[in-house]
């Protein structure tokens, strides 16, 4: 009797423990990261076109009227992308449906730590050839097949490329020119690199891109009507070919900046940045990895960066400043403009010095790590200027997990 | 005893088994006495809608909307909407006839329940009404400001006990209503019918045949289309004599061609739902619209029209007729009445 029990729990307790566990596997993946980079604000003369909300479908299937019904991948409710890309899935743990960027908080498989690269922001997918469709959708928590037919016909880019396995993709949707009312997108596909180089880790990288559309800072350089879309004044446009220099400055803090320059680093001159659409790489620039002044054993640093934007018939006034130039406030016509990578980049600023600003976060990032409650590391960094707008990707290495003592 | 431990043991343990797989059911469910009244019911009690409530009881549509079986979403226009088309009371409904209220009443309806929050954030989603015409529903989001709006028409907000945030569904047991500020205004034809069908719009309708603009105002469209009335060509001496010798050859078009916007479809509650921006129209002039009228401009922004030299930027707006003559629904585009001119001939001889 006692035995038939132990037997009768035995298997009771073997079918409820018992879980099955479907592992999804992509088999030779390559890595893609996709963003709406439409940035354009609805107006009364384009409000007739589709809204710049997407759906993203690789390898589609049509039904009978050939009409799209279902597809390999779908990235759904794709929204103008954040002026941040962090190195963590973005909207991840989100319950909103709307997605800054693909796969942010889709349910997909993503990259793994590729030679010391943290790439979980990029989503695995088949190598190989693929049909890539952009579709315009409405703007609602539907499901882009639940939607009726004629809501799901109107196709914004329809390309097909060929993803090499193992490889790095950044896609983006971007607005060809300003002068177009029709065909307006293109896609933009950028394989990385920055697995492959030999990039040191006490160092910070940036590389830079203007994605504009053509004509775009011409056209727009004083009235774009979207310009307070992002936040008080700080959003504006430069011209095609802009001269970049760099300043560094410390102390940083969420709550505040000082610009005490670091002895030495001070209008260094970086690059020519011009407005392509062409892809392939940019090349990256290091900039130092400071060890703070303070009492963790130089382990937390708290400089901040910032980067002048000039045409190159000007030139930096020296500490940093582009003094008289601020002073002309929204009349700048595109030929200065001045990014700021801080810990303060959250702040909605007023006023005409600040027409002349961008914010981003800080280009290192600190974080627990190890025994150490803050500790800073380098990230590799790319700066990308649409329109009126400038957007900060951040990839993170790999790093020692915090360890509670 | 000792036996028998086993036996509660295993007992004990198919109880906790049984009791850990208990599902919950977490789904709300509807306390009983709490029913809704059915749209008609509710239609009919209230005093604010007292016109509309009439006309459904003379076209027989009270015991459709409460049909606990059916769901519809009603657009209802208050007694203050019906005022703003001089009908004042329920007895003015008497000089329509029944299949014309009954179409007034059907185009206010749409099937199922459609809230707010299913509305996209996007402007013209359209929602076939009962007479099988499409209403234009637009969610607007400028600033964090949400609005609503049908066929050009201001949803009115409701006030809530509990929620702070924009509501502008009363909802009910077989549908929800959403309350507007006028009747919506619909013409079964092409704008090129609704301007010759309107003797005040004559001189206008005259001026686009003179020119070659008639004929495209029956097509496909979207036409937006800023008629100025009769008035506004008498008080720049303009009759239709004078537009009847005017000389194709010495003039631009844009004399009639500037108050037609093309391919656009706007309602003048849309300028407060996106950014504001001119638009382009008869090649290269600059329309800009606002809630009081318009203004036509050069590309180069100067000034055109019988206000150009007026100071104050309000002083050189052609102004609407009045505030109820705009958002004229056609079939292939909207129309606004306007009581002055924006461009004059003198304005734009052919260089």
């Known amino acids: ?405 | 005893m000792k036996k028998k431990i086993p036996i509660v043991i295993s007992m004990l343990c198919l109880l906790t088994v049984w009791a850990g797989c208990k599902k919950t059911d977490f789904q709300a469910q509807q306390r009983e006495g709490s029913q809704l009244l059915n749209t008609g019911e509710y239609i009919r009690n209230n005093f604010s809608f007292s016109i509309f409530s009439a006309a459904l009881q003379k076209t027989g549509w009270v015991d459709s909307l409460n049909n606990p079986n059916v769901q519809y979403t009603v657009f209802i226009p208050d007694d203050d909407a019906f005022h703003k088309d001089s009908v004042l009371s329920a007895a003015d409904l008497d000089k329509w006839s029944v299949d014309s209220l009954r179409r007034m009443v059907k185009n206010h309806i749409i099937r199922n329940k459609l809230f707010y929050s299913e509305i996209p954030v996007s402007l013209d989603n359209l929602y076939p009404n009962l007479n099988g015409v499409d209403l234009y529903v637009s969610g607007g989001l400028v600033n964090g400001q949400r609005s609503l709006a049908v066929n050009g028409i201001t949803v009115q907000q409701i006030q809530s006990a509990v929620t702070t945030g924009a509501v502008y569904d009363i909802p009910l047991a077989n549908g929800v209503l959403h309350v507007l500020s006028r009747v919506l205004k619909y013409f079964p034809g092409t704008v090129q019918g609704f301007l010759a069908a309107r003797a005040d719009c004559a001189d206008f309708a005259a001026g686009l045949k003179k020119f070659g603009l008639w004929d495209s105002l029956g097509k496909k469209g979207p036409f937006t289309v800023l008629a100025p009335v009769n008035a506004a060509f008498d008080k720049n001496k303009i009759s239709m004599d004078s537009i009847g010798r005017m000389d194709t050859a010495k003039l631009q078009s844009v004399v009639f061609g500037g108050y037609i916007a093309y391919p656009h479809h706007i309602f003048i509650t849309d300028i407060g739902m996106v950014y504001a921006s001119a638009l382009t129209v008869s090649g290269s002039y600059a329309m800009t619209l606002n809630n009081l009228g318009m203004v036509l401009q050069t590309a180069q922004g100067g000034r055109l029209g019988p206000l150009a030299k007026k100071m104050a930027y309000l002083d050189r707006i052609s102004r609407w007729v009045n505030t109820y003559s705009t958002d004229y629904l056609c079939t292939n585009g909207v129309v606004h009445l306007l009581q002055q001119l924006v461009v004059l001939p003198s304005d734009v001889p052919k260089q």
């Open chain 1, 1 to 405: 009797m006692k035995r038939c029990i132990y037997i009768f729990f035995s298997i009771l307790l073997g079918t409820a423990g018992c879980r099955k566990v479907t592992y999804n596997a992509v088999s030779k993946p390559a890595y893609v990261r996709v963003f709406n980079s439409l940035n354009y604000a609805t107006t009364l003369q384009n409000k007739d076109n589709p809204p710049p909300f997407l759906t993203m479908i690789i390898d589609p299937v049509f039904d009978a009227e050939g009409i799209v019904a279902g597809g390999g991948i779908v990235g759904d409710y794709l929204d103008k992308r954040v002026s941040y890309a962090p190195p963590y899935p973005l909207n991840s743990g989100s319950t909103r449906t709307v997605n800054n960027e693909y796969p942010g908080n889709e349910k997909v498989l993503v990259g793994p730590v590729v030679n010391g690269f943290d790439l979980s922001s990029w989503a695995q997918m088949p190598s190989g050839r693929h049909r890539i469709q952009f579709y315009n959708r409405t703007v609602s928590t539907v499901p882009f097949f639940q939607l009726p037919a004629g809501s799901r016909t109107s196709l914004l880019v329809d390309t097909t490329l060929t993803l090499e396995e193992g490889e790095v993709y950044t896609m983006q949707v971007l607005q060809r020119d300003i002068y177009r009312t029709t065909n307006i997108a293109e896609l933009y596909v950028r394989k990385e690199l920055f697995t492959k180089m030999p990039l040191a880790d006490s160092l910070i990288y940036v590389n830079f891109y203007n994605l504009s559309a053509e004509g775009y800072a011409t056209m727009y350089n004083f009235t774009d009507p979207g310009r307070d879309l992002y936040g008080g004044n700080n959003a504006q446009v430069i011209r095609d070919t802009m001269n970049i220099y760099y300043c560094l400055f410390t102390p940083d803090s969420v709550s505040g900046r000082t610009t005490r320059l670091i002895p030495g680093y001070e209008d260094i001159p970086l690059t020519t940045l011009t407005r392509s659409h062409q892809p392939g790489v940019a090349s990256y620039h290091s900039i130092p990895l400071f060890p703070g002044r303070d009492t963790t054993g130089s382990i937390f640093s708290n400089f901040w960066q910032r980067f002048i934007f000039l045409m190159p018939a000007y030139s930096p006034l020296g500490n940093g400043a582009y003094g008289p130039y601020s002073g002309l406030g929204n009349r700048l016509n595109g030929n200065y403009a001045v990014l700021d990578c801080t810990d303060q980049y959250d702040v909605n600023y007023t006023g005409a010095y600040y027409n002349t600003m961008q914010l981003v976060p800080n280009l290192r990032v600190t974080t627990p790590s190890g025994n150490y409650p803050a500790r800073s590391f380098s990230m590799i960094n790319t700066v990308e200027w649409i329109n009126n707008q400038v957007y900060l990707m951040s990839i993170q290495r790999q790093y020692p997990a915090p360890v509670n003592n």
